[in-house]
């Protein structure tokens, strides 16, 4: 199987995985924030849909095209598997247990300093408080007591554990994809955009569903030799008309309090082409090379920005009047300076702690 990724695909691949992780930032930046104290928030729908639009929609296309792309990157060439499996425990499975490791411990030490528990403390995350079934499965992201848990305690790292279960399934998803073709497409999609799953009780290892679909998806397009260059033919006013409409039927639907798991789905998949197709815009301009300079520090950004992010929005909200007006502020600004101050950190890693930066980055340099 022959499947060419060329420079201009290489460029739209390393431009879409910069806009995934400024996504993943803003996800984020829309998740309470706990503290131990009484903090009064003006009320405003235009925020409340401003922020939906933003965070639960657009940018909701974040962690699919992650996976779609790891998919493809693994697809394109003849691979062992056991030698792509061990190359995926340095670089995966090493990477989730160091950071998990770290960032427990740097919280436990948090929220036990008297001058900064009230920033780390709620009483759904002290870590003292586990039991050993409960630290196991915060821990590997496992549900040996069909608990209620819905991500990881350092959350963003599920990516990575569902990442590295999708390469010990690879072999898998390529023998059934090749055996029952468009008929197990049509059965994820389906699964997904109704939302039919394992419930959680039942769902020992938490496998998500989105990242089952999206990596299947990526190997039907190297299977089929669909190339991004393909996408780039399609017609932008179209595609970006029909991208608006789906995006905003899904904002109407949420501030009727409507829930239509469909709809966003289909904003989702939509929403890669558009994306697929406006990085095709973005590398035919002078900003491509300014684009493309973040590329090296994804990585750094995706591993230190909750936490960075969570600091700042609980300072920002504990030391500013939350008017409606300073609310959109924090939320924007947040986000801007979690993205500059973990790309500063990533530049000081990797010329002052060069070996570190090795291991955390898995060999990515």
Not at 81 to 104: E, Q
Not at 335 to 361: A, C, E, G, P
Request: charged share 15%; glycine share 2%; aromatic share 18%.
């Amino acid at each position: 199987m022959k499947y060419t990724i060329t420079t201009k695909m290489s460029e739209q691949i390393s431009t879409l995985k910069i806009i995934s992780i400024i996504m993943v930032v803003f996800i984020h930046a829309n998740i309470t924030v706990h503290l131990n104290t009484n903090i009064y928030l003006e009320k405003s729908i235009c925020l409340d849909l401003f922020k939906y639009l933003i965070s639960e929609n657009i940018s909701r296309v974040a962690v699919p095209m992650f996976f779609f792309i790891s998919s493809i990157l693994l697809y394109r060439k003849n691979f062992s598997w056991s030698k792509n499996l061990k190359k995926k425990v340095k670089t995966l499975m090493v990477l989730y247990i160091l950071c998990n490791t770290i960032w427990i411990m740097v919280i436990l030490i948090l929220q036990n300093l008297s001058f900064t528990a009230v920033y780390f403390t709620s009483t759904d995350n002290l870590i003292l408080n586990w039991n050993i079934i409960e630290g196991f499965n915060r821990y590997f992201y496992f549900n040996i007591d069909g608990s209620k848990l819905m991500y990881p305690f350092v959350f963003p790292l599920w990516f990575i554990r569902d990442l590295f279960i999708m390469n010990i399934l690879a072999v898998l998803v390529k023998y059934l994809v090749d055996k029952f073709k468009f008929l197990l497409l049509i059965i994820i999609l389906f699964v997904w955009c109704f939302n039919i799953w394992i419930p959680n009780e039942y769902n020992f290892i938490y496998l998500n569903v989105q990242s089952v679909v999206f990596w299947v998806l990526g190997y039907y397009f190297v299977k089929y030799n669909i190339s991004f260059e393909d996408i780039n033919k399609i017609n932008g006013l179209v595609i970006g008309l029909f991208y608006i409409c789906i995006v905003a039927l899904n904002v109407t639907f949420f501030a009727l309090e409507i829930e239509l798991k469909p709809i966003l789905r289909i904003s989702i998949l939509i929403g890669i082409l558009f994306w697929i197709k406006f990085s095709n815009y973005i590398i035919n301009t002078h900003l491509k090379n300014k684009i493309l300079w973040f590329q090296q520090s994804i990585m750094i950004i995706y591993l230190f920005h909750e936490f960075t992010l969570t600091m700042l929005r609980k300072i920002l909200t504990k030391v500013l009047p939350q008017t409606i007006f300073m609310q959109l502020l924090e939320y924007i600004g947040a986000v801007l300076l979690t993205i500059i101050i973990t790309i500063l950190l990533d530049r000081i890693l990797k010329k002052y702690f060069s070996d570190i930066y090795k291991v955390i980055v898995g060999g990515r340099v």
